[in-house]
């Protein structure tokens, strides 16, 4: 019998908890026109969100669809401000229960996790791996294919039920999801920019990485998002497992592994994982990542001088590259960024 969830329906959405999620949500996103314009009747709007939930007479509204460049082309789609809300209110009840059942080497959207917590457990598995680099470490590492845009509806409301009992909340969570299809067929894909989307594709993913850990009983494995890496010594063991873990996607999850981005060579040759290129004695930002960097930088820059973006918005985005920095090699990149800064702010 797995945990179930004891919170409520009521729990989601009373007026409390939607006034907390009104406090994480607008955080950072004050000046936005759709943002200022729900708060300016703040409380008639939230007390109106209540209501339809309460009578049972929400529906989820649609969305507003734009592609950014990052580094790949990306179909984001924004719900209205008032469903981004709800999805906030969501969260904050059932992130706290689920992130109990995930794995501990899961790293994408979650507290205390992140990219380079990731990156920092990858080079400790090889060292144990590698007996302290004294043993070839082999990685096996994969990408899933159109992870967001695939993700199957039923499989995953039906995953949602084996832990939520209360059927209002259940209802309301399939009125989120079946509010996006994508352009891979009807009842399939979850939209980028909702925030509900982060957690249920981890809920979605969790299944995999059970049956990574304790079926096909891997030790050292990382997954960010549906990017993910296996550690061993031993190179026919990873080239076994890559035919049950492509059958496991395909029959339970309806997901298949990238053909192009399916690859095994030792770590010391150089792994690129989440951006970086990961060496036995070092790891350095990938070609790729940096271009992405200085033109953030540049764009960023241009929209703070349009008053576009505010000065607060702009020095967060340049510290996080600069943090971002002090987990590789990167002394060089961080002195072409500061003197890049100063070329920028000399043509105005």
Same mark, same amino acid.
């Given at each position: 019998?797995?945990?179930?969830?004891?919170? &409520?329906?009521?729990?989601?959405?009373?007026?409390?908890?939607?006034?907390?999620?009104?406090?994480?949500?607008?955080?950072?996103?004050?000046?936005?026109?759709?943002?200022?314009?729900?708060?300016?009747?703040?409380?008639?709007?939230?007390?109106?969100?209540?209501?339809?939930?309460?009578?049972?007479?929400?529906?989820?509204?649609?969305?507003?669809?734009? &592609?950014?460049?990052?580094?790949?082309?990306?179909?984001?789609?924004?719900?209205?401000?008032?469903?981004?809300?709800?999805?906030?209110?969501?969260?904050?009840?059932?992130?706290?229960?689920?992130?109990?059942?995930?794995?501990?080497?899961?790293?994408?959207?979650?507290?205390?996790?992140?990219?380079? &917590?990731?990156?920092?457990?990858?080079?400790?598995?090889?060292?144990?791996?590698?007996?302290?680099?004294?043993?070839?470490?082999?990685?096996?590492?994969? =990408?899933?294919?159109?992870?967001?845009?695939?993700?199957?509806?039923?499989?995953?409301?039906?995953?949602?039920?084996?832990?939520?009992?209360?059927?209002?909340?259940?209802?309301?969570?399939?009125?989120?999801?079946?509010?996006?299809?994508?352009?891979? /067929?009807?009842?399939? /894909?979850?939209?980028?920019?909702?925030?509900?989307?982060?957690?249920?594709?981890?809920?979605?993913?969790?299944?995999?990485?059970?049956?990574? !850990?304790? !079926?096909?009983?891997?030790?050292?494995?990382?997954?960010?998002?549906?990017?993910?890496?296996?550690?061993?010594?031993?190179?026919?063991? @990873?080239?076994?497992?890559?035919?049950?873990?492509?059958?496991?996607?395909?029959?339970?999850?309806?997901?298949?592994?990238?053909?192009?981005?399916?690859?095994?060579?030792?770590?010391?040759?150089?792994?690129?994982?989440?951006?970086?290129?990961?060496?036995?004695?070092?790891?350095?930002?990938?070609?790729?990542?940096?271009?992405?960097?200085?033109?953030?930088?540049?764009?960023?820059?241009?929209?703070?001088?349009?008053?576009?973006?505010?000065?607060?918005?702009?020095?967060?985005?340049?510290?996080?590259?600069? /943090?971002? @920095? &002090?987990?590789?090699?990167?002394? =060089?990149?961080?002195?072409?960024?500061?003197?890049?800064?100063?070329?920028?702010?000399?043509?105005?």
């Amino acid at each position: 019998m797995k945990a179930q969830l004891t919170h &409520k329906f009521e729990d989601i959405i009373s007026v409390e908890n939607l006034l907390e999620a009104w406090k994480e949500f607008v955080n950072g996103k004050r000046n936005k026109k759709d943002v200022q314009a729900f708060s300016m009747n703040l409380m008639d709007n939230i007390f109106s969100l209540h209501t339809d939930l309460l009578h049972h007479t929400y529906t989820h509204g649609g969305y507003q669809a734009f &592609k950014i460049n990052d580094p790949k082309p990306r179909d984001i789609h924004k719900a209205t401000v008032r469903d981004r809300l709800l999805h906030h209110a969501i969260y904050r009840i059932l992130y706290p229960f689920f992130d109990k059942t995930f794995i501990a080497d899961s790293y994408s959207c979650r507290n205390e996790k992140g990219t380079h &917590k990731a990156i920092n457990k990858f080079r400790s598995y090889f060292y144990k791996v590698s007996k302290n680099n004294t043993k070839t470490c082999w990685v096996l590492k994969c =990408d899933i294919r159109k992870f967001f845009a695939n993700i199957d509806h039923k499989i995953l409301i039906g995953i949602l039920r084996e832990y939520i009992p209360d059927e209002d909340i259940m209802r309301l969570l399939e009125n989120i999801i079946g509010s996006f299809t994508s352009i891979q /067929g009807e009842n399939v /894909g979850l939209p980028l920019g909702n925030l509900t989307s982060q957690l249920f594709v981890n809920i979605y993913m969790n299944k995999f990485d059970q049956f990574i !850990k304790h !079926k096909l009983k891997v030790k050292y494995y990382i997954r960010y998002a549906d990017d993910f890496v296996i550690l061993s010594e031993d190179k026919k063991c @990873l080239e076994s497992i890559i035919e049950p873990i492509s059958r496991f996607l395909s029959n339970e999850l309806k997901l298949e592994l990238h053909p192009d981005k399916i690859f095994i060579k030792t770590f010391s040759s150089g792994v690129d994982f989440l951006g970086m290129v990961n060496f036995t004695s070092h790891r350095i930002l990938r070609t790729k990542t940096k271009r992405r960097m200085f033109h953030k930088i540049s764009f960023k820059h241009k929209m703070r001088r349009e008053e576009l973006v505010c000065e607060e918005s702009f020095e967060q985005s340049l510290q996080s590259y600069l /943090g971002i @920095l &002090k987990h590789c090699n990167g002394y =060089d990149v961080t002195k072409k960024i500061e003197t890049s800064i100063v070329g920028l702010d000399n043509t105005q």
